[in-house]
């Protein structure tokens, strides 16, 4: 129904020759415009998703995210003001409009969705919870964890899971829940804990922290599906829209060889209308938006397609390390379940 | 009220709003309606605001399925058990913390608080150091250092050090045997009981005949020695019926016994030394303002140096210290909320952090978090104002 209006109302004003597709309008939309930058409520350090680096910059697939609309508004990916957050309190900091998008490595489920007031625009790291092990306990499967102390952090699906998976395979466990990340680590590693859970993605990035990594060994088994995405507050559903295009247009570039490198060049020269629709050069799909119709050139110019995030944040060449290829999170092209609806 | 201003047969009555009682009754009910709307409004905002971001409200929540698992519980519970009884759970754990703390810091607070005015230089001056440096860093850190501590220095379960009476700690907790009561054993506390009973009628049997005929019985001695001896008496004769569970090390960790974990002990040890160091100083404030007269006058009268600080100083300090003690029992109940930060699993880590995350109805949590600390610290202000006004000053 939304799109439809969305169309329709194109459509009568670009007969009607005003000159400018009409966009829907959005409060959030516009409080951000007005306040020059994009809340965005990001974790306090996980590395690969969302964390400052050395230089005190915000990096990971998360923080692409935010900068990718901030692009996509502003032409330039650094006006984003990151709100760093505990799991606890993260979802409380979008419900009260303190953010604006929560990209911080969450899990969509219906609750969330339904219950919380909340939008998933998409999935950006399709996850799943697994468990670290110091390798001298000699355990090669999370069936072997009868009676274990388990360290997770607290306020999450996680927790959840593993009550949900000791309880379905009849094991015990003393779980040792703690706030904040940086405490749950520290336990596990002091020995507090023979476990340490949270999701894969997140075990590959915490392990890099430990003082010494080789030690240390994630299990095979998988016990949940954790689709990660951001979220925005439900009731403005154009800001949902951007983000959600956003998102989907980074995945698209992707998908028809559009990068960062070449997207001045595919702009000028290419004749591939997936190509000229994407970058702004025929239609008016950015102003539909209620943006720029070079809305998606700048994510690309400047924040680079999904792959390229991906790459540059949790992929083989990093040292969060979560190799691509043949995983959920490869293009659907290559057998994963990253996929795009079309940009048109 | 402008009623009963007009029925008053008044020669000279001045208007309305040139009355000062009249006018005073007006403004304080605009005063009223303003708080009232204004609350209404919050309120109203908020519902509204909560409807149309379709987050749900209400406290139907309470009935549902918590489906997480709480490491440390006091009451049986499971992932299945409802989010009301988490909330007791958490609730019975913040109670538990707190009751054990408040008494520990007490007893330390006034062994630091009397010894600070020891005659002994080295007494004195180490009691000195120690209130300074525990009041003076942040409560948080010293969790943090006592829990770090625990779990970096105490082996693992592997390595569990034995103590004495098959107590045995590692970095998991503290295991002590767990007893299972046979029959026969209700013998040993009703005996308990009865020896209660008896060593108060013996005291106040004491009491009276000191005042009688002025002549003095070791009462609180002998009650001591019948509270103790007597139930062990019991407990011997009727064949001591009681089997322990010792813990023992299966599979990733001990089994079997009672565990304290390391989050509880971290957090306890930080409650108690930091408002020790209030305490002491509380105490020593109150022993040194009962004036240097009463000691004197007790002493030119005969009495025992002991005799002097139970029954001279003591009482007269008591009045000027429970006021203050009482902020300090308070303040440890609520600083037990930081127990978050180790992963204890009190009121507020339970309800206010996971139940919070998963149902995402944070008006009514937070609300009800509030309410349960309210009624626990007007409880304990309750409890202590009672207490005060019986050690307080009867004047004549």
Same mark, same amino acid.
Request: charged share 15%.
């Given at each position: 129904?939304?799109?439809?209006?969305?169309?329709?109302?194109?459509?009568?004003?670009?007969?009607?020759?005003?000159?400018?597709a009409?966009?829907?309008?959005?409060?959030?939309?516009e409080?951000?415009?007005?306040?020059?930058?994009?809340?965005?409520?990001?974790?306090?350090?996980?590395?690969?998703?969302?964390?400052? +680096?050395?230089?005190?910059?915000w990096r990971?697939?998360?923080?692409?995210v935010?900068?990718?609309?901030s692009s996509?508004?502003f032409?330039?990916?650094?006006?984003?003001?990151?709100?760093?957050?505990?799991?606890?309190?993260?979802?409380?900091?979008?419900?009260?409009?303190?953010?604006d998008?929560?990209?911080?490595?969450?899990?969509?489920?219906?609750?969330?969705?339904?219950?919380?007031?909340?939008?998933?625009?998409?999935?950006?790291?399709? +996850?799943?919870?697994?468990?670290?092990?110091?390798?001298?306990l000699?355990?090669?499967?999370?069936?072997?964890? +009868?009676?274990?102390?388990?360290?997770?952090?607290?306020?999450?699906?996680?927790?959840?899971? *593993?009550?949900?998976?000791?309880?379905?395979?009849?094991?015990?466990?003393?779980?040792?829940?703690?706030?904040?990340?940086?405490?749950?680590?520290?336990?596990?590693?002091?020995?507090?804990?023979?476990?340490?859970?949270?999701?894969k993605?997140? *075990?590959?990035?915490?392990?890099?922290?430990?003082?010494?990594?080789?030690?240390?060994m994630? *299990?095979?088994?998988?016990?949940?599906?954790?689709?990660?995405?951001?979220?925005?507050?439900?009731?403005?559903?154009?800001?949902? +829209?951007?983000?959600?295009?956003?998102?989907?247009?980074?995945?698209?570039?992707?998908?028809y060889?559009?990068?960062?490198?070449?997207?001045?060049? *595919?702009k000028?020269?290419?004749?591939n209308?997936?190509?000229?629709?994407?970058?702004?050069?025929?239609?008016?799909?950015?102003?539909?938006?209620?943006?720029?119709?070079?809305?998606?050139?700048?994510v690309?110019?400047?924040?680079?397609?999904y792959?390229?995030?991906?790459?540059?944040?949790?992929?083989?060449?990093?040292?969060?390390?979560?190799?691509?290829?043949?995983?959920?999170?490869?293009?659907?092209?290559?057998?994963?379940?990253?996929?795009a609806?079309?940009?048109? | 009220?402008?009623t009963?201003?007009?029925?008053?047969?008044?020669?000279?009555?001045?208007?309305?709003?040139?009355?000062?009682?009249?006018?005073?009754?007006?403004?304080?009910?605009?005063?009223?309606?303003?708080?009232?709307?204004? &609350?209404?409004?919050?309120?109203?905002?908020a519902?509204?605001?909560?409807?149309?971001?379709?987050?749900?409200?209400?406290?139907?929540?309470?009935?549902?399925?918590?489906?997480?698992d709480?490491?440390?519980?006091?009451i049986?519970?499971?992932?299945?058990?409802?989010?009301?009884?988490?909330f007791?759970?958490?609730?019975?754990?913040?109670?538990?913390?707190?009751?054990?703390?408040v008494?520990?810091?007490?007893?330390?607070?006034?062994?630091?608080?009397?010894?600070?005015?020891?005659?002994?230089?080295?007494?004195?001056?180490?009691?000195?150091?120690?209130?300074?440096?525990?009041r003076?860093?942040?409560?948080?850190?010293?969790? &943090?250092?006592?829990?770090?501590?625990?779990?970096?220095?105490?082996?693992?379960?592997?390595?569990?050090?034995?103590?004495?009476?098959?107590?045995?700690?590692?970095?998991?907790?503290?295991?002590?045997?767990?007893?299972?009561?046979?029959?026969? &054993?209700?013998?040993?506390?009703?005996?308990?009981?009865?020896?209660?009973?008896?060593?108060?009628?013996?005291?106040?049997?004491?009491r009276?005949?000191?005042?009688?005929?002025?002549?003095?019985?070791p009462?609180?001695?002998?009650?001591?020695?019948?509270?103790?001896?007597l139930?062990?008496?019991?407990?011997?004769?009727?064949?001591?019926?009681?089997?322990?569970?010792?813990?023992?090390?299966?599979?990733?960790?001990?089994?079997?016994?009672?565990?304290?974990?390391?989050?509880?002990?971290?957090?306890?040890?930080?409650?108690?030394?930091?408002?020790?160091?209030?305490?002491?100083?509380?105490?020593?404030?109150?022993?040194?303002?009962?004036?240097?007269?009463?000691?004197?006058?007790?002493?030119?009268?005969?009495?025992?140096?002991?005799?002097?600080?139970?029954?001279?100083i003591?009482?007269?300090?008591?009045?000027?210290?429970?006021?203050?003690?009482?902020?300090?029992?308070?303040?440890?109940?609520?600083?037990?909320?930081?127990?978050?930060?180790?992963g204890?699993?009190?009121?507020?880590?339970?309800?206010?952090?996971?139940?919070?995350?998963?149902?995402?109805?944070?008006?009514?949590?937070?609300?009800?978090?509030?309410?349960?600390?309210?009624?626990?610290?007007?409880?304990?202000?309750?409890?202590?104002?009672?207490?005060?006004?019986?050690?307080?000053?009867?004047?004549?």
């Amino acid at each position: 129904m939304k799109k439809l209006n969305i169309l329709a109302a194109g459509a009568a004003f670009t007969f009607a020759a005003v000159g400018a597709a009409q966009a829907q309008t959005s409060p959030t939309l516009e409080a951000t415009k007005q306040r020059g930058q994009v809340n965005c409520i990001v974790s306090e350090a996980t590395a690969g998703f969302s964390s400052p +680096d050395d230089k005190g910059v915000w990096r990971g697939i998360d923080v692409d995210v935010c900068r990718a609309v901030s692009s996509a508004i502003f032409g330039s990916p650094d006006k984003v003001k990151f709100i760093p957050t505990t799991s606890k309190v993260r979802f409380t900091a979008l419900q009260s409009g303190e953010g604006d998008i929560l990209s911080r490595n969450t899990t969509w489920t219906l609750v969330r969705d339904v219950n919380l007031g909340f939008e998933f625009t998409g999935v950006t790291f399709y +996850d799943g919870q697994g468990f670290m092990v110091r390798k001298s306990l000699g355990v090669k499967s999370a069936k072997e964890l +009868d009676g274990a102390s388990v360290c997770v952090s607290t306020g999450t699906t996680t927790e959840l899971n *593993l009550a949900d998976y000791f309880r379905a395979n009849n094991m015990k466990y003393n779980g040792v829940v703690i706030e904040g990340a940086d405490a749950i680590i520290k336990a596990y590693e002091s020995g507090r804990c023979d476990v340490y859970t949270t999701d894969k993605s997140g *075990l590959a990035g915490d392990r890099t922290k430990l003082s010494a990594p080789d030690e240390h060994m994630i *299990l095979p088994e998988t016990i949940s599906k954790e689709p990660l995405g951001p979220s925005v507050r439900h009731g403005d559903q154009a800001w949902g +829209d951007i983000v959600r295009w956003v998102q989907y247009a980074m995945i698209e570039a992707e998908e028809y060889g559009v990068t960062s490198a070449n997207v001045d060049d *595919l702009k000028a020269n290419s004749t591939n209308p997936v190509h000229r629709r994407l970058l702004g050069v025929e239609g008016d799909l950015g102003k539909m938006l209620g943006l720029s119709n070079d809305w998606a050139y700048n994510v690309i110019k400047q924040v680079g397609n999904y792959g390229e995030s991906y790459e540059r944040n949790v992929g083989p060449s990093t040292r969060v390390n979560i190799p691509r290829e043949g995983s959920p999170n490869a293009l659907w092209t290559k057998g994963g379940l990253i996929y795009a609806i079309p940009v048109r | 009220m402008a009623t009963d201003v007009k029925d008053e047969p008044q020669p000279v009555r001045p208007n309305i709003w040139n009355d000062a009682r009249a006018r005073a009754v007006f403004l304080q009910i605009i005063m009223v309606i303003l708080v009232v709307a204004g &609350f209404a409004y919050i309120a109203d905002n908020a519902i509204t605001n909560l409807r149309r971001l379709n987050i749900s409200t209400g406290f139907g929540f309470l009935g549902t399925t918590a489906s997480f698992d709480i490491g440390f519980t006091l009451i049986s519970y499971s992932a299945a058990s409802t989010y009301g009884r988490a909330f007791l759970v958490g609730l019975l754990n913040t109670l538990f913390i707190s009751s054990i703390g408040v008494v520990l810091a007490t007893i330390l607070g006034f062994t630091v608080g009397v010894l600070r005015l020891s005659n002994n230089w080295l007494i004195s001056k180490l009691m000195g150091a120690y209130v300074e440096i525990m009041r003076n860093i942040p409560l948080l850190l010293q969790i &943090f250092f006592w829990y770090f501590v625990i779990i970096n220095t105490v082996p693992g379960p592997r390595g569990s050090l034995a103590l004495p009476l098959g107590v045995m700690l590692n970095n998991r907790g503290l295991y002590s045997p767990d007893p299972t009561f046979l029959p026969g &054993f209700s013998a040993t506390p009703i005996v308990l009981i009865l020896a209660i009973i008896g060593s108060i009628i013996l005291h106040r049997w004491s009491r009276k005949r000191q005042e009688a005929t002025g002549q003095h019985f070791p009462s609180i001695l002998t009650g001591l020695g019948m509270i103790v001896c007597l139930p062990v008496i019991a407990f011997l004769v009727t064949g001591k019926p009681v089997s322990w569970t010792f813990p023992e090390l299966r599979g990733f960790n001990l089994q079997g016994g009672v565990q304290l974990p390391p989050e509880f002990v971290a957090l306890l040890m930080a409650l108690v030394i930091y408002s020790s160091a209030f305490i002491g100083e509380i105490v020593r404030a109150g022993i040194l303002a009962v004036s240097k007269g009463q000691t004197e006058a007790a002493y030119s009268l005969g009495l025992k140096p002991s005799f002097t600080l139970r029954l001279v100083i003591i009482p007269q300090a008591l009045r000027i210290i429970v006021p203050p003690l009482t902020s300090q029992y308070l303040n440890l109940t609520k600083n037990s909320s930081l127990a978050a930060a180790v992963g204890y699993p009190d009121l507020v880590h339970i309800f206010a952090g996971t139940t919070l995350n998963q149902t995402g109805q944070a008006i009514e949590i937070i609300f009800i978090t509030m309410m349960v600390y309210l009624t626990i610290s007007l409880s304990i202000s309750a409890f202590m104002n009672w207490y005060n006004q019986r050690v307080a000053l009867v004047e004549r």
